[in-house]
């Protein structure tokens, strides 16, 4: 039997414990049953109904009552052990509570202490470390006015060896004693408000201005400066090979003074390159009249191979400009424009026209340097070759009127005049020289002189040339010869006559094909500023026509 004090409770947990449905879903799935008794919905009656559905089965009544009284005799001890364990708890909890707060409070306390104590430890520590600091700063502060005064001894001590080996003239000890005072005065920039370092940096700068004005005193007595100035063209061999002497005698003498990085001796040359073409240009400028053809070229000649020797024995790099162009890839022609222009000789076979070009050489940096100045006076060499087409002209009139038209039957009948073939090498020859000369204003002006006899060869030996009949006393026309009018006499020639017609027309579209190939050349060897000015079209048409 339950004391009265669990009745109670229970009866009161009972009258308290309405759940909800959400509640008992819940109870449900965490503790699923299918027993009757623990539905919401128990119905006593229908539940004795199923334990005893008929009359029959009231014969086991008894049975059935001891199974229920049992079963709520083991509910009853369940519930009451609940309780009571649910009464421990509460005073075993306030128990906990209580001991819990008597150990937080012991807790603070010592936290309290080691507070106190690492406070007091860190006004220790601060104490003992800002005697440490002192020292450090001291030590320090030690360690640069030492540094500073050892600094000051080498400054001092460097200017006064450094005035004294200046009045010596010991440019060999001056050179690193200047370096090691220029690199300690650099520790002194922020004390240059102190009067004695502001005098000594002072003191340095007046040394270096010595030496610089002396030294190049020096250099100036030790280079002779007699026959750097040649009066004129005839006799400038003597302007170059004064200066490949005087360029030995530097290196022997002079050329471990310097660092090798500096290129001293490329220096002085390209100097003397600059002064040469200041000079050359005045005199050609004052006796003008004086300069011949054979003169120019003799003196272009000797110029370019000067820059071929500098190009050979320095790289250029003391230049602003000194990078040359790659050459360009080269083209395989029969025709004698694209050539190798190395050669000095230029042969009419045709197994020499057909073999390819060679590739160029890389530009040399020094190129026109000197030579530069005589562009403005080429106009003597282009009135000369003015003059030399004119002349070839007029023999290829006369050696055609003496020699008379090809032969039939012969290997020249109907075959390209031999003259067109040297008008082109001719023309070739004079491109190649000129390019060599200058690739700006004086190649347009050759082209212009090419054009003109270009349109001569085309009138005087090819439509000068052509046959007459009686009915066109005016002269033969390729129109003419091919048009046929019904009723007309068709004009007869002789077997000599066609052949020569034949020749003319072999001859007028060779040049036709030459011409164009000289307009690419020539396109290639001018600057490329200059490039649109170069057009052939019209002599390609009178070839064409």
Known sequence: MMEEDEFEFVEDLDAILHLSPEVRVAIEQVFPSQDPLDRPDFNAVEYINTLFPTEQSLANIDEVVNKIRLKIRRLDDNIRTVVRGQTNVGQDGRQALEEAQKAIQQLFGKIKDIKDKAEKSEQMVKEITRDIKQLDHAKRHLTTSITTLNHLHMLAGGVDSLEAMTRKRQY?????????????????????????????????????????????ADFEEAFPSQGSKVAWLDKIDRRYAWIKRQLVDYEEKYGRMFPEEWCMTERIAVEFCHITRTELAKLMRTRAREIEVKLLLFAIQRTTNFEG????????????????????????????????????????????????????????????????????????YIESQDKNLGELIDRFVADFRAQGPPKSGTEEGGAVLPSCADLFVYYKKCMVQCSQLSTGEPMIALTTIFQKYLREYAWKILSGNLPKTSSNSGGLTISSLLKEKEGSEVAKFTTEELCLICSILSTAEYCLATTQQLEEKLKEKVDKSLIERINLTGEMDTFST
Request: charged share 30%; glycine share 6%; with cysteine.
């Open 309 to 380: 020797l500098l190009a050979k024995r320095f790289s250029g790099s003391t230049l602003s400009d000194g990078t040359g162009k790659r050459p360009e890839t080269p083209l395989e022609s029969t025709n004698p424009f694209l050539e190798d222009e190395s050669e000095d000789n230029v042969s009419e076979k045709d197994e020499d026209l057909d073999r390819p070009k060679k590739p160029k050489a890389p530009d040399n940096p020094f190129h026109g340097i000197i030579s530069k100045c005589f562009e403005p006076h080429l106009y003597v």
């Open 172 to 216: 060999g000890e001056v050179a690193n004693l200047l370096q090691g005072v220029v690199n300690v005065l650099e520790h002194f920039q922020k004390y240059m408000g102190i009067p004695q370092i502001r005098q000594l940096s002072e003191r340095v700068k007046a040394a270096q201005s010595e030496l610089g004005t002396q030294i190049l």
